[in-house]
């Protein structure tokens, strides 16, 4: 019988992996990410400030600077642009098929002088209370959110909503920089997946967050026991 892995050693590999991937990051960004240093401050917080079987850490002021995509609007938007990415997330190791209990992922985008601004959410529905009329997947994404409030008189003839609620898998700290990079900064995205630890560390995010998450989307269709159609639906309510 494999020895279990204490919670301790557990968030020891966390905080060294978060380290690990500030390294690659500088040394191979190319200016794209302004302040790797910031996820080495994340990593102290995950073995000094939780305890027993849960884990947490936060990110905040993350920067990456890009060019403006083509096709942007309005169509003289001043570069570079500006991205924050700030990310709130904890777990439970004790949980076997979805440790993440919190998850709040927000992307800001600004143009250099900072006039205009596009902003993304992405979070973990915190369940309980009346269920939600319209779809709300578990792990979803939004555009614009309370980031968009301080533009509302400015906003033109432009309408932002709440919906649609976009479903995803959720995102560590590695997912999330690499969801980014593959999103704004395609060059350096393709630059990051040839180094050897981001490729690892993106693999061990992905089995851990993505694989119990498209396995329990699968049991849709492949068990039918009611308690297991319920967990997919709640990260997919479109399933018929």
């Not at 500088?26 to 990593?43: E, R």
Request: proline share 7%; charged share 20%; hydrophobic share 40%.
């Amino acid at each position: 019988m494999a020895k279990k892995i204490s919670p301790d050693a557990i968030r020891r590999k966390m905080s060294a992996d978060l380290i690990e991937l500030a390294q690659v990051l500088t040394s191979g960004m190319y200016g794209v990410i302004v302040n790797p240093d910031v996820l080495k401050s994340s990593a102290n917080t995950i073995t000094r400030q939780t305890k027993g079987s849960t884990w947490a850490y936060k990110i905040s002021g993350l920067l990456l600077r890009v060019d403006v995509p083509q096709s942007t609007q309005p169509v003289n938007c001043p570069g570079p642009l500006t991205i924050e990415v700030g990310l709130s997330l904890g777990g439970d190791f004790e949980s076997e098929e979805d440790q993440l209990t919190d998850l709040i992922l927000d992307i800001l985008i600004r143009s250099s002088c900072g006039t205009h601004l596009c902003a993304w959410h992405f979070d973990r529905h915190i369940e309980g209370g009346n269920a939600p009329l319209e779809a709300h997947p578990l792990y979803h994404f939004q555009h614009g959110g309370n980031a968009m409030l301080p533009f509302t008189g400015l906003l033109g003839n432009s309408l932002l909503l709440p919906a649609p609620r976009l479903a995803f898998p959720p995102m560590d700290a590695v997912l999330a920089i690499d969801f980014v990079l593959s999103n704004f900064s395609g060059e350096c995205w393709s630059f990051m997946r040839k180094q050897p630890t981001y490729l690892r560390l993106i693999r061990e995010s992905q089995k851990l967050l993505w694989k119990p998450y498209l396995q329990r989307l699968a049991n849709w269709w492949d068990t039918p026991q009611k308690e297991e159609r319920k967990k997919a639906i709640s990260l997919m309510p479109h399933l018929a």
